[in-house]
């Protein structure tokens, strides 16, 4: 019943900022942990970070710093506010639960940073 749309991917220099939000058809983020998630072409998906129920983040060494995971539980929706980007962050990126369930990747939404 759920369903997860990511939006505010686009293009960005190097150094530059894009916020990117996770709106949820149905509610569920008051019961799980949440991760963003990205995939670059050729290669395995990994999670750059996650939030907690409790709203603790923890986040890959590769983004440490530089992203920022929030979540408005009221409005079902997680935030990833990207900053200092770098061309190596260039993926198409997803949020789920963390864990992941299957059933809830959606489209994504692309991240290319130019160098």
């Known amino acids: 019943q759920v369903r997860l749309v990511e939006s505010g991917g686009g293009l960005v220099q190097a150094g530059g900022s894009l916020r990117l939000s996770c709106a949820a058809s149905?509610?569920?983020?008051?019961?799980?942990?949440m991760g963003w998630y990205r995939q670059a072409p050729g290669k395995q998906r990994e999670l750059a970070g996650r939030?907690?129920?409790?709203?603790?983040?923890n986040y890959a060494d590769s983004v440490k710093g530089r992203f920022t995971i929030s979540r408005d539980n009221a409005k079902n929706t997680v935030y990833l506010q990207m900053n200092s980007l770098k061309p190596e962050d260039t993926a198409v990126y997803y949020c789920?639960?963390?864990?992941?369930?299957?059933?809830?990747w959606g489209q994504g939404t692309q991240v290319t940073v130019s160098s």
């Open positions: 789920n639960t963390d864990p992941p369930l299957h059933a809830l």
């Open positions: 939030i907690t129920t409790s709203g603790s983040t």
């Open positions: 149905g509610r569920i983020f008051s019961f799980y942990a």
